[in-house]
């Protein structure tokens, strides 16, 4: 079975720090990877996806990822974080239809 | 940019009641999927749908969950008795393709 896991549970970070919260997904199939975030209180919002190409993704709010084949990777980066940062951030993998697959995610506490 | 959108975002519900949980996808999507996320925990896929039926289910879809695309335009998802154990948070999501994969801003059940 397709899976994701964020090895890090709960960063906590300094305003201004650079952030990169790491995904890994397991071999096989084709590879959709998402990143959403989630702000207390509220939904899923959509940051970034990878399908093909530059791999190398750049998102909304400052936010980029890279994919990384041969490590089975695709880590969030962010080189200065704001207090407004401060979220859950879930990576997925998403077929083209089907279910999606979370991992954990990571409890992002920014402090200001 | 179009959304998908959940109805009622907030429902209090006794232990033992049935409660539907109301979605309208975007209008050109096929494929129509809830999913859950328990407090503290990971968002859980629970079921699929295509072309008027259930393509992929989840085990936490047990005989007390049921889907329905009733009129063309809403998905819902009916839970029968309500258990303590279901309160969540339930998002509904929808795609036409793998560009298209969205998520609605959710329902939080809270079961009483």
């Known amino acids: 079975a397709q899976s994701v896991s964020q090895h890090n549970h709960h960063v906590i970070l300094s305003e201004a720090a650079s952030l990169e919260l790491g995904c890994n997904y397991s071999?096989?199939?084709?590879?959709?990877l998402f990143w959403y975030v989630q702000y207390p209180g509220q939904h899923l919002q959509l940051l970034l996806k990878?399908?093909?190409?530059?791999?190398l993704v750049k998102g909304i709010k400052g936010f980029e990822a890279e994919f990384i084949k041969s490590k089975f990777s695709f880590n969030l980066r962010k080189p200065s974080v704001q207090w407004s940062d401060t979220a859950e951030y879930f990576c997925?993998?998403?077929?083209?239809?089907?279910?999606?697959?979370f991992g954990d995610g990571t409890t992002l506490t920014v402090k200001p | 940019e179009p959304e998908v959108t959940q109805t009622p975002s907030h429902q209090v519900t006794q232990m033992g009641q049935e409660v539907i949980l109301r979605c309208v996808p975007i209008?050109?999507?096929?494929?129509f999927y809830w999913y859950r996320q328990i407090l503290g925990q990971k968002v859980e896929f629970l079921v699929s749908?295509?072309?008027?039926?259930?393509?992929?289910k989840s085990e936490i879809f047990d005989d007390q969950f049921s889907v329905e695309r009733p009129d063309g335009s809403n998905f819902t998802l009916k839970i029968r008795s309500t258990k303590l154990e279901d309160s969540a948070m339930y998002f509904c999501?929808?795609?036409?393709?793998?560009?298209?994969?969205?998520f609605g801003s959710g329902t939080r059940l809270t079961v009483v």
């Open positions: 997925a993998r998403v077929p083209k239809a089907g279910k999606s697959t």
């Open positions: 999501a929808s795609s036409a393709n793998i560009f298209g994969y969205t």
């Open positions: 209008s050109n999507h096929l494929y």
């Open positions: 990878y399908f093909s190409g530059d791999p």
């Open positions: 749908f295509y072309n008027n039926e259930i393509s992929e």
């Open positions: 071999y096989g199939g084709t590879v959709n």
